[in-house]
């Protein structure tokens, strides 16, 4: 079955990078979009990027363009989030999630457990 | 800038019916906005219940059904059990890539 691995997370320090991945099993990863959401603590989910199948692709929420880039690797079945400049409301828990697909339109059909990025001094 | 908005909470009797609601401050939700919707326990990851409007996902009891109420996307959970206590989210598209969740609605089933 379909598995989402994150990893990555931990405590960075305000203005530095991180960066996560999410390893993807159970299906043909290079056949389907991917995207990243957060989620701050006791907060809503946010989405934050995308990625088309083949890369071609990206886009991100208004939050964190030019910061934040993601990338893949389909020859390693794993999506990237590289998180520059960091700041202290970029603190959350970051699930990577699949783009599924049905008849024309898109959704998020399967999910990780989640990472969590601390930004604090 | 266009916000998807929900209720805050809600709160629904065991085998009752409560409708969620998800919105725009501006315009209408329509089917073209692919509305999903996800729901999600404490320190868990959101699970996806609809999608496309009202499609419901792999699993999902049919308790749970989506659909477009006026100018807004709905789900509605018919005949409520304990284990739908949870935070409910609908996610929009907005065109141009992105997408945007509502705040998200607490059910408590009491």
């Known amino acids: 079955q379909v598995h989402l691995v994150e990893s990555g997370g931990g405590v960075v320090q305000p203005g530095w990078s991180r960066g996560l991945s999410c390893a993807a099993s159970g299906f043909i990863f290079s056949n389907f979009g991917m995207v990243w959401v957060r989620q701050a603590p006791g907060k809503g989910l946010e989405w934050v990027a995308f990625?088309?199948?083949?890369?071609?692709?990206?886009y991100y929420a208004d939050s964190v363009k030019g910061r934040f880039t993601i990338s893949r690797d389909n020859s390693k079945n794993t999506l990237y989030l590289e998180m520059n400049s960091l700041r202290a409301e970029d603190t959350a828990v970051y699930y990577c999630?699949?783009?599924?697909?049905?008849?024309?339109?898109?959704?998020?059909?399967?999910w990780g457990q989640g990472t969590l990025v601390t930004v604090s001094a | 800038q266009t916000v998807v908005t929900q209720e805050t909470s809600f709160s629904v009797s065991p085998g009752g019916t409560v409708t969620l609601t998800c919105g725009l401050t501006?315009?209408?939700?329509?089917?073209?906005?692919?509305p999903s919707w996800y729901q999600q326990t404490p320190g868990q990851a959101p699970r996806t219940l609809v999608y496309s409007t009202t499609a419901r996902s792999s699993g999902v009891p049919d308790r749970f059904s989506g659909s477009i109420l006026g100018n807004k996307a709905a789900l509605t959970i018919t005949g409520a059990q304990a284990d739908d206590e949870s935070d409910y989210y609908c996610?929009?598209?907005?065109?141009?890539?992105?997408?945007?969740f509502g705040g998200g609605t607490k059910v408590t089933v009491l």
């Open positions: 501006s315009g209408s939700v329509s089917t073209s906005h692919s």
């Open positions: 999630a699949r783009y599924g697909a049905a008849g024309g339109t898109y959704y998020f059909d399967y």
């Open positions: 990625i088309r199948f083949d890369e071609s692709l990206t």
């Open positions: 996610v929009l598209y907005m065109g141009s890539g992105i997408w945007v």
